[in-house]
Structure formats: structure tokens, C-alpha cells
């Protein structure tokens, strides 16, 4: 059986440097401080990444076409996000290469947890290398955020504290523990929660420090809760062992322990209804770790100073 678990596989893909991690994340803490004119929410989040996620095989085209195995149902491929990092990329470098992209597909979909976004951040980061077009970290993360909000934070790699829309970033270094993380059979639209009536939009914004030494916590959680009762199944399942929370607008829960041996204690009595698995939460994205290794120009993919 194939890993999905980057700290195992990692070191054996470096001998096959087409293959590259694309890694789940966690929004650790989510505060809604305000709704603004324009009809966004202010927000205060803590991402980080996980040791657990989908795998993007790469192998370079002379023809400059870009082809995406497997198809996805029902999903144009000029919608994926995949084919759109590609193509963004060329078109921002005039590459004339090209690349056949196979995408190991593990993460759930609409989970919560950034499948989409970390494809398209290591299709960005992986061609950037492949290609050797040289662009930047920064401009890198400039054509992620034509692709979605949540795309800079996988190409800068880094676990990041988010405030206003997500516009502005301050890495962080929370403490790295496993989790339990389980989605439920359900799909949840963020419109409708962001949307809802009920959902707490003047929560106090705080300091990162202050933040991060209080109880996480996700104001969104009671309107999704409410809402879809799949979600409050998985939640009230896993807070009978351990502090557990909704991440982003869901639909993917997680709990939070200090050891793995824990975490897996409990995974293995889980529901079997839910999807799930066990990851430890990484401060660097191990897509970064690996091209760091792999990189002559290092200095392309040196971490930023942690604030």
C-alpha cells in the first residue's frame, strides 16, 4: 500500500524528483471579527500544515501541452486547478515546456482541509523547479492567489497566522502535536455559513500571542454544527477523547493529541462512516523540505524569518 504519510516517503521520493508532496493543512483557530461593506468577513486564523496528503507525479513536456491524469468528473480542465497553476505559469514566464501531471489523489474534497489550494500551490512550486523559470517565492504566491485565498499559504510553506480577508501573514510556530482528523459524508457550501444569521461575526481580535496561548476555538463550528448533523456526529465522537474542533467551514473535524501512539488509540476505534486518518502538524511544508533538498538555487526556497 502506498504511504500518504510524507515523513516515511519523503526521503524514497527524492530519488524519484518528478514526485512531490502536496500537503493537507489545518486552520487551528478561526475568528470572525467583523463583516466589512463589501460583504467580507475579518478574520483571524491559525493554518498549519500536516504529514498527510495527495502526491503530484510530473513529467516534463517538450510540446508545451498540459495534460491532467485522472480526469475529474464533472470538472472541466480549464477549472482545474491544476491545469490553471500550469498555465498560469507559462504564461507568466513564456516557458514553451510543457507537462504530463498525475495527481494521486487522497485528500477528501471539500473537506476544509486545502486539496485543491496545495495542488495548485506544488503544481506552482514543482513546475517552478521542473521548468527552472526562477520566479520567486513571492511571485510565485502572486499567481496562487489568482487561483484561490488559501494558495499563498502552501507556496510560502511556512504555518501562518491570517488577519483581515487573509491578506495579511505572520508566520508563526505553533506547537507541532498529531490529530485525529475525520470527514463525515457531507458537503458544505461556506456561502451558506458565512451567510447564516447566527454565526458570531464581532469576536474581539486579539494578538497572535495572545491567541496562541488561549483554547483554540472556531466561531464558525456552532451554525455548521446546527446545520449539517453528519459534522456534529464526527465532533461529538471525538470530544469524548480529546479536545476537538471543526477546521474552516468544514466539513472535516480534528482533534488534537500530544503523541501519536494516542492519536491512534482512538483512530482505530473511529466510525467506520468517516473517512479519516492520523497526521502530525508540520510548521514547514514538506513540499519545501523536499525541494530545498533537491534545489541547486537554494535561495529560491529558504523559509522566511519567523516572527
Same mark, same amino acid.
Given at each position: 500500500?502506498?504511504?500518504?504519510?510524507?515523513?516515511?516517503?519523503?526521503?524514497? *521520493?527524492?530519488?524519484?524528483?518528478?514526485?512531490?508532496?502536496?500537503?493537507?493543512?489545518?486552520? #487551528?483557530?478561526?475568528?470572525?471579527?467583523?463583516? #466589512?461593506?463589501?460583504?467580507y468577513?475579518?478574520? !483571524? $486564523?491559525?493554518?498549519?500544515?500536516?504529514?498527510?496528503?495527495?502526491? %503530484?507525479?510530473?513529467?516534463?513536456?517538450?510540446?508545451?501541452?498540459?495534460?491532467?491524469?485522472?480526469?475529474?468528473?464533472?470538472?472541466?480542465?480549464? !477549472?482545474?486547478?491544476?491545469?490553471?497553476?500550469? $498555465? %498560469?505559469? =507559462?504564461?507568466?514566464?513564456?516557458?514553451?515546456?510543457g507537462? +504530463?501531471?498525475?495527481?494521486?489523489?487522497?485528500?477528501?474534497?471539500?473537506?476544509g482541509?486545502?486539496?485543491?489550494?496545495?495542488?495548485?500551490?506544488? $503544481?506552482?512550486?514543482?513546475?517552478?523547479?521542473?521548468?527552472?523559470?526562477? %520566479?520567486?517565492?513571492?511571485? %510565485?504566491?502572486?499567481?496562487?492567489?489568482?487561483?484561490?485565498?488559501?494558495?499563498?499559504?502552501?507556496?510560502?510553506?511556512?504555518?501562518?497566522?491570517?488577519?483581515?480577508?487573509?491578506?495579511k501573514? =505572520?508566520?508563526?510556530?505553533? !506547537?507541532?502535536?498529531?490529530?485525529?482528523? #475525520?470527514?463525515?459524508? $457531507?458537503?458544505?457550501? +461556506?456561502?451558506?455559513?458565512?451567510?447564516?444569521?447566527?454565526?458570531?461575526? @464581532? +469576536?474581539?481580535?486579539?494578538?497572535?500571542?495572545?491567541?496562541?496561548?488561549?483554547?483554540?476555538? @472556531?466561531?464558525c463550528?456552532?451554525?455548521?454544527?446546527?446545520?449539517?448533523?453528519?459534522?456534529?456526529k464526527?465532533?461529538?465522537?471525538?470530544? =469524548?477523547?480529546?479536545?476537538?474542533?471543526?477546521?474552516? +467551514?468544514?466539513?472535516?473535524?480534528?482533534?488534537?493529541? @500530544?503523541d501519536?501512539?494516542?492519536?491512534?488509540?482512538?483512530?482505530?476505534?473511529?466510525?467506520?462512516?468517516?473517512?479519516?486518518?492520523?497526521?502530525?502538524?508540520?510548521?514547514? *511544508?514538506?513540499?519545501?523540505?523536499?525541494?530545498? =533538498?533537491?534545489?541547486? @538555487?537554494?535561495?529560491?526556497?529558504? !523559509?522566511?524569518?519567523?516572527?
Amino acid at each position: 500500500m502506498k504511504t500518504h504519510h510524507f515523513s516515511t516517503a519523503l526521503s524514497t *521520493s527524492l530519488g524519484k524528483p518528478n514526485r512531490f508532496p502536496s500537503p493537507a493543512k489545518l486552520n #487551528l483557530f478561526l475568528y470572525i471579527n467583523g463583516k #466589512l461593506p463589501n460583504g467580507y468577513h475579518e478574520l !483571524q $486564523t491559525l493554518f498549519q500544515f500536516l504529514d498527510f496528503g495527495d502526491w %503530484l507525479t510530473i513529467d516534463i513536456r517538450q510540446d508545451k501541452q498540459i495534460h491532467i491524469t485522472p480526469e475529474i468528473p464533472g470538472l472541466p480542465l480549464e !477549472q482545474n486547478l491544476i491545469y490553471r497553476a500550469a $498555465t %498560469l505559469l =507559462q504564461g507568466k514566464t513564456g516557458c514553451t515546456l510543457g507537462a +504530463t501531471i498525475h495527481l494521486d489523489k487522497i485528500l477528501p474534497m471539500g473537506g476544509g482541509i486545502g486539496g485543491g489550494s496545495s495542488n495548485a500551490a506544488t $503544481t506552482l512550486l514543482a513546475l517552478n523547479y521542473l521548468w527552472q523559470t526562477n %520566479l520567486s517565492i513571492d511571485e %510565485l504566491a502572486e499567481i496562487g492567489l489568482k487561483l484561490g485565498a488559501d494558495v499563498p499559504i502552501f507556496v510560502h510553506g511556512q504555518a501562518a497566522f491570517a488577519e483581515g480577508v487573509g491578506e495579511k501573514i =505572520q508566520y508563526c510556530e505553533p !506547537q507541532e502535536k498529531y490529530y485525529v482528523v #475525520l470527514k463525515p459524508e $457531507t458537503a458544505i457550501s +461556506t456561502a451558506v455559513v458565512f451567510s447564516d444569521p447566527d454565526l458570531p461575526r @464581532n +469576536t474581539e481580535k486579539r494578538s497572535l500571542a495572545e491567541l496562541l496561548n488561549q483554547p483554540f476555538a @472556531n466561531d464558525c463550528e456552532k451554525v455548521v454544527r446546527t446545520q449539517y448533523p453528519e459534522v456534529e456526529k464526527a465532533l461529538l465522537w471525538l470530544l =469524548q477523547y480529546a479536545p476537538a474542533r471543526l477546521t474552516g +467551514t468544514g466539513a472535516c473535524v480534528f482533534a488534537e493529541f @500530544n503523541d501519536e501512539k494516542s492519536a491512534q488509540a482512538v483512530f482505530q476505534q473511529k466510525p467506520k462512516e468517516f473517512f479519516g486518518f492520523v497526521a502530525k502538524g508540520l510548521n514547514v *511544508s514538506p513540499l519545501h523540505v523536499m525541494l530545498k =533538498q533537491l534545489s541547486t @538555487n537554494q535561495s529560491i526556497y529558504t !523559509q522566511p524569518e519567523v516572527i
